[in-house]
């Protein structure tokens, strides 16, 4: 079995990135996490991966003010460098651009923590439960230029309790983010689809 090299692109502790990494150790497992890539330094799941012997990449973004494209275009060199078959994002707080996306369709992924399509963007646990939903959960899904559009993938619900706080709330769906996301990038890389 040829496995799909795996980047995952962080910009902070990087919890779906570690359990990506542990799913990756499985010997049948189809993918391997070749990169972890962070637009934040010093970025705390950047010290996991080396701690895995997982190779590393920066590219600061705030060093491109103003220009998204020129900072995709660093970090599409360092993905075609590693010989990226398939990207993950792991809490990448970028909006990226369709130039970049196009590059990647079919082949690049994000978990995201609500029941797409309710709830796009942040702060969804405490917009979940403002609205008195009734269940939560996360979703996997393609990634497109629209932010939260892209075809899913995999998603799992929690019920939302009494009692329930953005952050008791947060810390169950998480859990499911975990156990979702490889899943989904089981999928992905055995069906791997390019476009």
Same mark, same amino acid.
């Given at each position: 079995?040829?496995?799909?090299?795996?980047?995952?692109?962080?910009?902070?502790?990087?919890?779906?990135?570690?359990?990506?990494?542990?799913?990756?150790?499985?010997?049948?497992?189809?993918?391997?996490? /070749?990169?972890?890539?962070?637009?934040?330094?010093?970025?705390?799941?950047?010290?996991? #991966?080396?701690?895995?012997?997982?190779?590393?990449?920066?590219?600061?973004?705030?060093?491109?003010?103003?220009?998204?494209?020129?900072?995709?275009?660093?970090?599409?060199?360092?993905?075609?460098?590693?010989?990226?078959?398939?990207?993950?994002? /792991?809490?990448?707080?970028?909006?990226?651009?369709?130039?970049?996306?196009?590059?990647?369709?079919?082949?690049?992924?994000?978990?995201?923590?609500?029941?797409?399509?309710?709830?796009?963007?942040?702060?969804?646990?405490?917009? #979940?439960?403002?609205?008195?939903?009734?269940?939560?959960?996360? %979703?996997?899904?393609?990634? %497109?230029?629209?932010?939260?559009?892209?075809?899913?993938?995999?998603?799992?619900?929690?019920?939302?309790?009494?009692?329930?706080?953005?952050?008791?709330?947060?810390?169950?769906?998480?859990?499911?983010?975990?156990?979702?996301?490889?899943? /989904?990038?089981?999928?992905?890389?055995?069906?791997?689809?390019?476009?």
């Amino acid at each position: 079995m040829t496995r799909k090299r795996v980047a995952v692109l962080i910009s902070g502790r990087g919890s779906n990135m570690a359990a990506l990494i542990a799913a990756a150790k499985a010997p049948d497992y189809p993918a391997e996490i /070749a990169l972890v890539l962070s637009n934040v330094p010093g970025a705390g799941g950047l010290a996991i #991966a080396e701690s895995e012997g997982i190779a590393t990449a920066t590219i600061d973004s705030k060093a491109f003010p103003r220009d998204r494209e020129g900072f995709e275009r660093a970090m599409q060199a360092v993905l075609e460098a590693q010989r990226i078959d398939i990207v993950c994002l /792991a809490g990448f707080m970028r909006i990226l651009t369709p130039w970049f996306v196009g590059r990647w369709e079919g082949r690049m992924i994000n978990i995201h923590p609500a029941l797409l399509p309710a709830y796009k963007g942040l702060d969804t646990h405490a917009r #979940a439960l403002a609205d008195g939903a009734r269940e939560h959960g996360a %979703t996997v899904h393609f990634v %497109t230029p629209e932010m939260d559009e892209g075809e899913i993938i995999l998603q799992e619900a929690v019920p939302v309790l009494p009692g329930d706080t953005a952050e008791t709330l947060g810390a169950r769906v998480l859990a499911v983010e975990h156990r979702i996301y490889p899943a /989904a990038l089981r999928m992905i890389a055995t069906e791997y689809r390019l476009i």
